[in-house]
């Protein structure tokens, strides 16, 4: 009891001195029902059913990305036995055998119906055709539903100029055949657009990409032993990377000697193992993670609870370590400016105080790579200004850092 008031105590003398740490909890209901999106600076934005569609198709015109439930164990399998002239005589005989196909855990483009690709102009489920700029579907598919039963399944292709997808569907025997076209225009505002095969329609149930930047939800992942599992954890959007250390003490807030990697499952599901003596849930200790939200901040999760599947509760705590913004003069202990900003070839960055004799500038691109460092050395003892080369640079945005004695002080830079 003594330790857990004294936690609490820490906890509440945190939030007072500290007012970009807070302790945030998320629901994802009985059994896993809700997908939660949420912001590091808004908080949860949505909380949506997960049953109810079936696959998804990315909604970007150059992307051929098209994934499956996975979350309520929808099962996709290439048809071994013929091509697309074999759709009116589908033999099932050994599909319990068949190699299942998952979403990738790197990249959200990556789909199900994506793996079998082996590069350019190989979309997995059919072929670009450089005259047309279309995806013609080469390949049959059998999928199971959440409700056990099976279709079979062709993507004819897609229309890239109109970003169409047409699609055919049977029962395995070929009866209620269907043929469909699906317009994603009309979701492009978001990831994908949600198609059921029950009601035939297609659907948005997601907030707008801009909206989140991790997703709480259950998927398939490939466990250590190569074995495909369905699994609760945390998936990052496509504008927001992330990087992972441990073990590390609570206080670790050097996110930048490590480069923020893009792929969706960076904070992924093992932060957590079930210990079956107890037959409880267990946080990996001394692990954190730090995501880069589109604002540019970084922030810091801790995880500090999980009960598991009777109510899919979840907490955290959360604190920005970084801004792209210095707003506060006082954050700005060395009065570092960037002149000028934004800047073409050349950038000169000032300070009006001295800086610790080993401190250094590193400059991180959006995704949180480091593209230049340079150690000051003298030149820190004394007030004044240091010119640097950035002609290398591409345009965008970069957060510049001056690392002095411990102490960081970010600045962003738009590169032109």
Known sequence: MKNFLLFLLIISVLSVLNPAYSQESISMGAGYAYDVYYSMEDGVIAEEEREGWDIGFYTIASSAGIITNGGMEVELYTYPNGDTTAWLDIDTNGLSMWPKLFNGEDSWENGAFNRNSHGYPDA??????????????????IIKLADGTFKQLWIVKKISAENKYVIRYANLNNSSAKEKTLDVNNFLGMNFAYFEFESGTLFDREPETYEWDILFTKYQAMLPQGVPFPVVGVLNNVNTPANRFHPVTLDFNDWFTQPLDPAKA?????????????????LEDSLLFFVNGPN?????????????????????????????????????IAGIRLLPNPADNMVTVTWGHDLNRNADIRIFNIIGKEVMF????????????????????????YIVSIISGGTVVNEKLVVR
Do not use: C
């Open 296 to 332: 540019g901040n970084i922030y810091k999760i801790y995880f500090t609870f999980y009960e598991g599947t009777s109510t899919g509760n979840i907490e955290f705590e959360q604190e920005v370590v970084s801004m792209v913004d210095i707003s506060d003069p006082q954050e700005n």
């Open 374 to 397: 340079r150690s000051l050395g003298a030149d820190a003892q004394s007030r004044g200004g240091i010119s640097l080369d950035i002609s290398s640079l591409h345009e965008g945005m």
């Open 266 to 282: 960076v904070i992924g599901y093992n932060w957590k193992w079930f210990d079956l003596g107890s037959f409880q849930w267990n």
């Open 124 to 141: 997995g489920w059919g072929i670009y055709n450089i005259s047309t700029n279309d995806i013609v579907g080469d390949s049959i598919y």
